[in-house]
């Protein structure tokens, strides 16, 4: 296994159990392409080859879009569209060379239905579908996989920056998932390869078949928002 993160601090925070001794721990910033392709040359030089890529960088941002400021907006297309972008574009070539393997890029519901006030983050998930979808059809024949995992609302540090703002009331429409839901759909999608899982699929059903009629999901949407408000009050009143 391979880790990276953009500083040291947070790499020491990933416990990797059992394989922390086999475990290269890189610094990366995945908005810079020149260092996923030094990523991939240690990662080749140190182990040999490569068979997975999990791109699960995110930033997210919360507000009207006219009062965002151009950094915002500008690190949150960096870190959720670009960065995966320059992870597939370095990784593409060592697999090829070691005869295939699978890329998962982890999007969000809020890659399938409109999150408002949070639309360049919105944007950047349908925009990493996209991609994940174009390469999978690109990659057709060449024993790489491409898989999309799309979650719902999961308990990580973005969800309680989320919790700060009213205005991001759509993200606590349903309850949070803990982390590991997530990782064993990652791992559903590195063994078997679909073109994507939405977690959980109870919800990730219904809001794809919303999305095919994008005028009744958004009539639909003040009231997820007001089923979001509400759990969104009850949280911010519970004890931290």
């Known amino acids: 296994?391979?880790?990276t993160g953009r500083d040291a601090a947070s790499l020491a925070r990933v416990d990797l159990g059992p394989g922390e001794a086999r475990a290269l721990r890189l610094r990366l910033d995945v908005g810079d392409p020149v260092a996923w392709e030094e990523v991939v040359r240690r990662a080749l030089a140190e182990r040999g080859r490569l068979d997975v890529l999990v791109n699960v960088?995110?930033?997210l941002e919360v507000g009207p879009l006219e009062a965002m400021p151009v950094s915002d907006v500008e690190r949150q297309v960096r870190?959720?569209?670009l960065g995966a972008a320059f992870g597939c574009r370095a990784a593409i070539p060592a697999m090829r060379a070691g005869g295939g393997g699978a890329i998962v890029n982890v999007a969000s519901?809020?890659?399938i239905v409109p999150m408002p006030f949070e639309s360049i983050y919105c944007a950047t998930k349908y925009a990493l579908r996209g991609l994940s979808f174009a390469l999978r059809a690109e990659l057709a024949g060449s024993g790489i996989r491409v898989t999309v995992v799309s979650p719902d609302s999961v308990e990580t540090p973005q969800l309680r920056h989320e919790l700060g703002h009213e205005q991001a009331s759509l993200s606590f429409a349903s309850a949070a998932m803990p982390p590991e839901a997530v990782a064993r759909a990652v791992l559903r999608a590195v063994r078997r390869g679909p073109a994507e899982i939405r977690v959980p699929a109870?919800?990730?059903?219904p809001a794809r078949l919303l999305a095919a009629f994008p005028a009744l999901l958004l009539r639909v949407l003040?009231?997820?928002r007001w089923m979001?408000?509400?759990r969104l009050s009850r949280l911010r009143g519970a004890p931290p």
């Open 222 to 224: 003040p009231l997820l």
């Open 202 to 205: 109870a919800t990730g059903l």
């Open 79 to 81: 870190a959720n569209l």
């Open 228 to 230: 979001g408000a509400r």
């Open 109 to 111: 519901l809020g890659g």
């Open 1 to 3: 296994v391979v880790v």
């Open 57 to 59: 960088a995110g930033s």
